[in-house]
């Protein structure tokens, strides 16, 4: 019974916020790891970092983050924390034409590995092995 009382104050808690017209938001931080590529040196996470930087937008317009959004690197890790709403898919969107510009988008995509974090893989390509088991066994 206590955690519904706890969240009954919560609620109220909550509402009475937006009652006064404030708005109520947890902060989050979202993880895009780029480990797989920074390895074989295909990608940089610091060039990933500033083009995030530089293309995030806060309300409507690029390069006005200030306080609210904070984007750091821990080794392969691209690391963004916000105290406003910002969407893992609009994370995903840049991270993919980040990608596409660099002309990447062709070998890796950006997979989603928990609920706050994507990951940046190569493809699985298995129809190159599975041609070369193939044609010896048709001769």
């Keep these: ?22 708005k109520v938001v947890k902060a989050s931080r ?30 409507g317009k690029t390069s006005n ?8 690197r821990d080794n392969a890790k691209v690391i963004v924390s916000t105290k406003i709403p910002l969407s893992k898919r609009y994370l995903k969107y840049l991270t993919k034409k980040f990608l596409k510009k660099n002309q990447l988008k062709d070998w890796m995509h950006a997979v989603s590995t928990t609920k706050n974090s994507y990951e940046i893989k190569y493809y699985r390509i298995d129809n190159e092995d599975e041609a070369e088991e193939e044609a010896p066994a048709a001769e």
């Design 1 to 22: 019974m206590k955690k519904v009382v706890k969240g009954a104050k919560a609620a109220k808690a909550k509402a009475a916020a937006q009652a006064k017209g404030k």
């Design 30 to 59: 979202y993880t895009i790891n780029c480990s797989q590529p920074a390895a074989d040196s295909i990608l940089d996470p610091a060039s990933l970092e500033k083009f995030l930087h530089d293309r995030i937008k806060v309300e």
């Design 65 to 72: 983050l200030g306080n609210a959004i904070t984007i750091s």
